[in-house]
C-alpha cells in the first residue's frame, strides 16, 4: 500500500483523486489537496495529471511513428517499422471496408485515436503505486496516470469528434438537407417535426457520450480493479501471493481491455462520419 497510514478508504481515494488546478474559495489559484477542494474550484479549473500525461503520450506517439517513418527501408524492416506498418495497414484495411467515401482525413484521424487511447489505456497496467509513490517523494500529492480514466479527456475527444460529425454533414448533406434529416425522419409529415427532431437529436446527442463515457467506465473500472487488488498486499502473506497471482490474472485480461476500448473508440468514429457524408442516408 501507498502509505502505512492510509485507511482503506483513504487510500482509494487517493488513488481516484486527480492534481487539480484552480481557484480556491478564497480567491487564491493553486493546487487542490482533496477530492473536496477540487470539486469547489468548479469548471475552470484543470486536472493537471491527466493533461500532462495526454500530451506526453501523443507526443511518445508522434515520436515513434516519425522515427519509423523516417527510418523505413526497402530492405529487412525493423520491429518497430514491422508495427508501424501492421498497425497502419490495420487502420487502412478498417477503414476502407467501413467508410466508402473519398476523404484523406478519415484514416489518419482513426490511426490517430487507436493508437492514442491505446497509450493513455495502457497506462493502467503500471502497477498502481509505483508513479503516485514517486509523485509523493518529490512533493506532489495526487497523481492519476491513466488519462482515460478521466471523464474530462475521454468527452474531449468524443466533442472533438462530434464537430466533424457536425461540420461533414452540413458540408456533404447541405444545411437544409442536414435540417431535413432532424425533423422528417423517420416520419415524413410536417405533422410529426416535434416527434422526428426530438428522436433524431436524442441520436445525434447519443454518439459523443457514447464514444466518451463508454471508454471512461470501462477504463475507471479497470483502474479501481488494479486498487482493490492492490490493498490485498497488505493483508499478510496469503493474501500478498493472492493478490500478486490475481494482478498478473486482471493484467493480461486487461491488455484485450485496453485493446478493445481503443479499437471500439476508432471504429465508432469511422461510423459515425461516415453517416455524416451519406447523403442517402435515409
Known amino acids: 500500500m501507498s502509505s502505512e497510514a492510509k485507511t482503506t478508504a483513504e487510500y482509494i481515494q487517493h488513488h481516484l483523486t486527480n492534481l487539480t488546478y484552480g481557484q480556491h ?9 482533496s477530492a473536496a477542494e ?9 486536472n493537471v495529471d491527466s493533461m ?15 522515427k519509423a517513418a523516417v527510418n523505413a527501408t ?18 487502412e484495411d478498417t477503414t476502407q471496408s467501413i467508410f466508402q ?18 497509450l493513455m489505456n495502457a497506462m493502467d497496467l503500471v502497477p498502481v503505486d509505483w508513479i503516485p509513490e ?20 475521454t468527452m474531449s475527444m468524443a466533442l472533438s469528434v462530434f464537430v466533424l460529425i457536425i461540420y461533414y454533414s452540413i458540408k456533404c448533406k447541405g444545411g437544409m ?3 431535413k434529416e432532424l425533423t422528417l425522419h423517420p416520419f415524413p409529415s410536417v405533422f410529426a417535426i416535434p416527434v422526428n427532431f426530438l428522436l433524431e437529436f436524442v441520436s445525434l446527442i447519443a454518439k459523443p457520450l457514447s464514444l466518451g463515457l463508454r471508454l471512461f467506465g470501462n477504463m475507471y473500472a479497470g483502474e479501481m480493479i ?16 493472492f493478490g500478486g497471482a490475481l494482478q498478473w490474472v486482471w493484467a493480461v485480461f486487461h491488455v484485450l481491455v485496453i485493446t478493445l476500448q481503443a479499437f471500439i473508440f476508432s471504429v465508432l468514429t469511422i461510423v459515425y462520419l461516415a453517416q455524416a457524408h451519406d447523403a442517402d442516408e435515409h
Open 52 to 66: 500532462v500525461w495526454s500530451i506526453f503520450l501523443g507526443l511518445v506517439f508522434c515520436v515513434l511513428f516519425r
Open 134 to 153: 514517486l509523485a509523493t517523494l518529490a512533493g506532489i500529492s495526487h497523481m492519476k496516470v491513466v488519462p482515460s480514466t478521466d471523464p474530462n479527456i
Open 101 to 118: 467515401y473519398k476523404n484523406d482525413l478519415i484514416a489518419p484521424l482513426a490511426m490517430t485515436i487507436f493508437v492514442w487511447v491505446f
Open 226 to 241: 488494479f486498487i482493490l487488488i492492490a490493498l490485498m498486499f497488505g493483508g499478510g502473506v496469503v493474501f500478498f501471493i
Open 177 to 179: 438537407g442536414f435540417l
Open 38 to 46: 477540487a470539486a469547489q474550484m468548479g469548471f475552470w479549473s484543470i
Open 25 to 33: 474559495t478564497d480567491g487564491t489559484w493553486g493546487f487542490a489537496h
Open 74 to 91: 526497402a530492405g529487412v524492416p525493423g520491429g518497430l517499422q514491422n508495427f508501424v506498418e501492421m498497425v497502419v495497414e490495420f487502420i
